[in-house]
């Protein structure tokens, strides 16, 4: 071992290997920790998920961050369009589907797509979330009976980290068996900050029940191996944007309060009354009146001096404008969508902040979104939907062996998940390179219909009726071929003469 020290001698009591070690001057105040991904979230959860739904209730640029964050991402909703085969059997999938839709709700506010958008805003803003799957009796006449009930994470106790007794170990609310498999959430009955107010409160008493992990869908953006809870979107901003937010308040306030005061009037006599002022105070002083434009003549002796708050300077925009990008990049939104400011845009620039944007929300789509809530609530909804009757789909629940079962599962269970289409910048652009790449051969009419968030065989259906409606009122528009013949052998219009019985119209 003695190469080792040789080695170890001769690197570090030199000089560091990296700038960031060592004990130099600008590197000894720089203390750090090392959490794992477990520990840093068990113990800087709450304060972080507190911090950031308080800046986004009361920030409106946290806030328009978030927004444009689920605008993007789920838009009007992420939808399923079933890879069966069998063109029956697709179309009775997709139709329960429909009609189960509006019904996914258990509170009954929105539909399936609305829910999308509000767990994708709750993990934004408290860095996860949780979809309870809760399954409804006959009597209730859903189509399907599941419903989807959407609850913040504080309902999940981040400092319950016990053994339970069934021997598993519970580490901040979830209960992991011996493989580290989730089996099960410990969820308080109501949210814990609502205390009685919450309708399912009952008599005070919020303890914690355990839910079948089977039955919870937990959504966040891992970011860490080993990571067992999330992390707010803000988490990198909170600081900087709650500082410029004061900072910008202030300055709005000084600028306020300096234009309250326009001039200082010296007075020789302070019994005297110059302006038409109230009466003084106890210590003589009074505030005097004035209406713009207004010239006052002055008694020999007086003197008046104006007011001359300091201006925030030319810089002030600039020193914005760089803090909200710093922010902007911290929350992985761009400046323009951050502030709404497109001053200093153009075609080229805006549209490689967008798709630079777009990068990272189909990654968010793809990876966490559809993985995560999509495809179990599909899975699910289908599962309870041939159990029900619902769905006649042979071979679905039984085989000859259990992985012949779990194929012929998969078979039914595939689907397309397409989110809504993005609007570019110059649609027409866009349109004629996409019909470029269609005609060479580098892209099929199916991948650009859902590229534009629709069903290419809904497209191909509706286009059938639209042709067969023209053709039985004798349309011809300038997309079909005949449009040409029709053009260059057409006969003058002739004007419509009134018939010999008509009336005048008018007086």
Same mark, same amino acid.
């Given at each position: 071992?003695?190469?080792?020290?040789?080695?170890?001698?001769?690197?570090?009591?030199?000089?560091?290997?990296?700038?960031?070690?060592?004990?130099?001057?600008?590197?000894?105040?720089?203390?750090?920790?090392?959490?794992?991904?477990?520990?840093?979230?068990?113990?800087?959860?709450?304060?972080?998920?507190?911090?950031?739904?308080?800046?986004?209730?009361?920030?409106?640029?946290?806030?328009?961050?978030?927004?444009?964050?689920?605008?993007?991402?789920?838009?009007?909703?992420?939808?399923?369009?079933?890879?069966?085969?069998?063109?029956?059997?697709?179309?009775?999938?997709?139709?329960?589907?429909?009609?189960?839709?509006?019904?996914?709700?258990?509170?009954?506010?929105?539909?399936?797509?609305?829910?999308?958008?509000?767990?994708? *805003?709750?993990?934004?803003?408290?860095?996860?979330?949780?979809?309870?799957? *809760?399954?409804?009796?006959?009597?209730?006449?859903?189509?399907?009976?599941?419903?989807?009930?959407?609850?913040?994470? #504080?309902?999940?106790?981040?400092?319950?980290?016990?053994?339970?007794?069934?021997?598993?170990?519970?580490?901040?609310?979830?209960?992991?068996?011996?493989?580290? @498999?989730?089996?099960?959430?410990?969820?308080?009955?109501?949210?814990?900050?609502?205390?009685?107010?919450?309708?399912?409160?009952?008599?005070?008493?919020?303890?914690?029940?355990?839910?079948?992990?089977?039955?919870?869908?937990?959504?966040?953006?891992?970011? *860490?191996?080993?990571?067992?809870?999330?992390?707010?979107?803000?988490?990198?901003?909170?600081?900087?944007?709650?500082?410029?937010?004061?900072?910008?308040?202030?300055?709005?306030?000084?600028?306020? =309060?300096?234009?309250?005061?326009?001039?200082?009037?010296?007075?020789?006599?302070? #019994?005297?009354?110059?302006?038409? #002022?109230?009466?003084?105070?106890?210590?003589?002083?009074?505030?005097?009146?004035?209406?713009?434009?207004?010239?006052?003549?002055?008694?020999?002796? #007086?003197?008046?001096?104006?007011?001359?708050?300091?201006?925030?300077?030319?810089?002030?925009?600039?020193?914005?404008?760089?803090?909200?990008?710093?922010?902007?990049?911290?929350?992985?939104? =761009?400046?323009?969508?951050?502030?709404?400011?497109? =001053?200093?845009?153009?075609?080229?620039?805006?549209?490689?902040?967008?798709?630079?944007?777009?990068?990272?929300?189909?990654?968010?789509?793809?990876?966490?979104?559809?993985?995560?809530?999509?495809?179990?609530?599909?899975?699910?909804?289908?599962?309870?939907?041939?159990?029900?009757?619902?769905?006649?789909?042979?071979?679905?629940?039984?085989?000859?062996?259990?992985?012949?079962?779990?194929?012929?599962?998969?078979?039914?269970?595939?689907? @397309?998940?397409?989110?809504?289409?993005?609007?570019?910048?110059?649609?027409?652009?866009?349109?004629?390179?996409?019909?470029?790449?269609?005609?060479?051969?580098?892209?099929?009419?199916?991948?650009?219909?859902?590229?534009?968030?629709?069903?290419?065989?809904?497209?191909?259906?509706?286009?059938?009726?639209?042709?067969?409606?023209?053709?039985?009122?004798?349309?011809?528009?300038?997309?079909?071929?005949?449009?040409?013949?029709?053009?260059?052998?057409?006969?003058?219009?002739?004007?419509?003469?009134?018939?010999?019985?008509?009336?005048?119209?008018?007086?």
């Amino acid at each position: 071992m003695g190469w080792f020290k040789t080695i170890r001698r001769r690197l570090f009591t030199t000089t560091p290997t990296y700038d960031g070690i060592g004990s130099g001057r600008r590197a000894m105040a720089w203390s750090v920790g090392n959490p794992g991904a477990v520990a840093a979230m068990l113990f800087n959860q709450t304060e972080l998920r507190a911090k950031s739904r308080d800046l986004v209730r009361r920030n409106a640029w946290a806030n328009a961050a978030l927004e444009s964050y689920v605008a993007n991402a789920i838009g009007t909703g992420i939808k399923p369009q079933s890879m069966l085969t069998d063109s029956a059997q697709r179309e009775a999938v997709q139709t329960l589907w429909r009609n189960w839709t509006v019904e996914a709700d258990a509170a009954g506010l929105t539909d399936f797509y609305g829910l999308q958008a509000m767990a994708c *805003r709750a993990m934004l803003e408290g860095g996860e979330v949780l979809l309870r799957l *809760r399954y409804r009796r006959p009597e209730d006449a859903l189509s399907v009976g599941l419903q989807i009930q959407v609850l913040e994470p #504080e309902h999940l106790p981040v400092q319950m980290n016990s053994v339970a007794e069934n021997g598993n170990l519970i580490r901040a609310g979830i209960e992991f068996d011996r493989l580290g @498999k989730r089996v099960a959430y410990h969820l308080h009955r109501s949210h814990p900050e609502d205390g009685a107010l919450a309708p399912m409160s009952g008599n005070g008493d919020n303890s914690t029940v355990r839910v079948d992990a089977a039955e919870i869908i937990h959504m966040y953006r891992p970011l *860490r191996p080993g990571q067992i809870r999330g992390e707010p979107w803000l988490a990198r901003a909170l600081v900087k944007l709650h500082d410029l937010d004061q900072y910008d308040d202030a300055e709005l306030v000084r600028k306020k =309060t300096a234009a309250m005061f326009a001039g200082f009037v010296t007075r020789l006599a302070p #019994e005297d009354s110059l302006l038409n #002022e109230g009466l003084s105070d106890p210590n003589g002083v009074s505030l005097a009146g004035m209406e713009p434009g207004t010239m006052q003549i002055l008694e020999p002796g #007086e003197d008046i001096k104006f007011s001359q708050p300091a201006d925030v300077g030319g810089s002030y925009s600039e020193f914005l404008r760089m803090q909200f990008r710093a922010v902007a990049a911290a929350m992985g939104v =761009t400046y323009e969508q951050l502030t709404g400011d497109l =001053t200093q845009v153009n075609y080229s620039s805006i549209r490689a902040g967008l798709l630079e944007f777009r990068r990272r929300v189909e990654s968010l789509q793809h990876g966490v979104i559809v993985h995560q809530l999509c495809r179990p609530i599909w899975q699910a909804w289908m599962d309870q939907a041939v159990m029900e009757g619902a769905l006649n789909l042979p071979g679905y629940a039984s085989g000859s062996s259990i992985a012949a079962s779990k194929a012929a599962r998969r078979d039914y269970q595939a689907c @397309k998940w397409i989110p809504q289409g993005w609007q570019w910048v110059d649609p027409l652009k866009e349109a004629d390179a996409m019909k470029a790449a269609i005609r060479s051969g580098l892209m099929s009419r199916s991948e650009a219909i859902s590229a534009n968030g629709y069903d290419a065989e809904d497209v191909d259906r509706e286009i059938a009726a639209d042709n067969a409606r023209a053709d039985g009122l004798g349309l011809i528009f300038d997309s079909d071929p005949r449009h040409e013949l029709s053009a260059s052998t057409a006969m003058p219009v002739q004007p419509v003469q009134p018939a010999a019985d008509a009336q005048p119209q008018g007086n």
